[in-house]
């Protein structure tokens, strides 16, 4: 009997120590094993990028020595202006180092160094960076052509599974199915095509919608990793509504338990004492992931002879590390952070296990609900309580949602800021309290709940949606 086939299109893949590429990596790994041939597509690390070209040992496999994989060269042309642009962005860093700014991609500075741009400089300016987007996509889709009709080629694919961002994945996935018309394109949102920056500018909003809409449709079916992110292409796409509805199936980032059996438990990140240990991991969202409200409750706490500020610790990892202290040196505690820089993956569970609690920063507004970071699925596995900050002035995020339903710890939204920071200064002196008598913090998840964003179950329902589409 055939195997069935999938093509899987994705900029993040293994070994890539990236977030984005651990969904991707988790899915191919279960398909197999559920008896699927599969093969991938995906690109060669960006080597001015600390992330992609640091090898994350725990996403690997036997599953994926079984998976044919194709490295398509980033592009030349676009490598000779990045390479510039890095230095050109280092040499302003360095000009900068004694204001401790960090500049954003998109041109903003964060905490007290945000520079105020006129509506029509920034405008002009997310044009702009639009247009160096859309022609750096184009350069990763031609360069993937040849490489897909190998793919197709080899594999007759029965699934193609194009996995968005950047937007390159979605032309190539939608390039594929023009190849192999019989296939099955399922068009994979793990992230939003339109971002919250996207409204500001209305020409970009409405080209982003266009391009949206248009691979709505022509997907045949379209998956998403959250209820909001579903109920936002419902939003912006009304006369769509009712085909849809069915069309659009949520697939949840997940966890995978066996990236665990890399840690080594025996080398030791933290030493043990009878402080309490916070910890963050991943890059910063300039103006999303704020933390704020956590640096308000503990420099309360600390005025009030609540808690003994030399018993806090906050531990960073990554490469956003100016964008977070700058946001707790104007609360005066900055001196509380211990920066790791940017670790490998299997270094960041270990940390995350060490530490009492993992913080977590995401946001909910009207025009972005339902964001889901994939830390938030990665702290599940460490089994350590989650402190989860919610910017935005949406209440009730879907993220607060799972972390509660879950039991895994406790979210604080800006939407409700005057109770939410009451209850956060509860929170951290009661972990404090724990820590001090108990030498930890109690923890008792709802299991039932967590094994839902197993991967492996992931890939359980994936396949039977798969087969309902008889593909098969």
Known sequence: MKKPSILIISYYFAPKNEVAAIRLTKLAKFLVRNGWKVSVLTFEGNPFNSYENKKDETLLSPELEEIEIEYVNLPKLWLKVISMKTMLKARKINRNSSEETLESPKGTKSGGSIKKKSAIKKQLFYMAYYA?????????????????DKLIYNNNPDVIFSSFGPISSVNIGKYAKKQSKSSH??????DSIIRLSDYEVPPIYGIKKRFERKNLIKADSVSVVSKGMKEGILDRHKDLKNEMIGKVQIFTNGYDL??????????????????????YVGRLYPDRSRVQMLAE???????????????????YAGSSFSIFKSQLVEYGISDIL?????????????????????????WNDKHDKGIITGK????????????ALVSGDVK??????????CRIGMAFEEATYHDDIKSLKKFIVDSFN??????????????????????EKITDRLTEHLINKKLM
Not at 376 to 387: A, G, S, V
């Open 338 to 362: 211990i920066n790791h820089g940017v670790i490998s993956r299997s270094q960041s569970l270990q940390l995350q296990k060490e530490c009492h609690l993992l913080l977590m920063l995401t």
């Open 297 to 315: 409750a503990i420099q309360e706490l600390t005025q009030e002879r609540s808690i003994d500020l030399d018993r806090i610790k906050i531990h």
């Open 396 to 405: 009730n995020s879907e993220a607060k949602s799972i972390i509660e339903s």
């Open 132 to 148: 160096y987007d859309v022609f750096f996509n184009y350069l990763l889709t031609q360069g993937a052509r040849k490489h897909i």
């Open 434 to 455: 724990q820590v001090s008598t108990k030498g930890d913090i109690l923890y008792n998840p709802n299991e039932e709940e967590l094994e839902a964003f197993n991967y």
């Open 376 to 387: 938030l699925l990665e702290y599940m596995m460490t089994k350590r309580p989650i402190l």
């Open 185 to 190: 394109w399922l068009l994979d949102l793990r």
């Open 258 to 279: 066996e990236d665990l059996n890399l840690v080594n438990d025996r080398e030791k990140i933290i030493e043990k004492d009878n402080n309490l240990h916070i910890c």
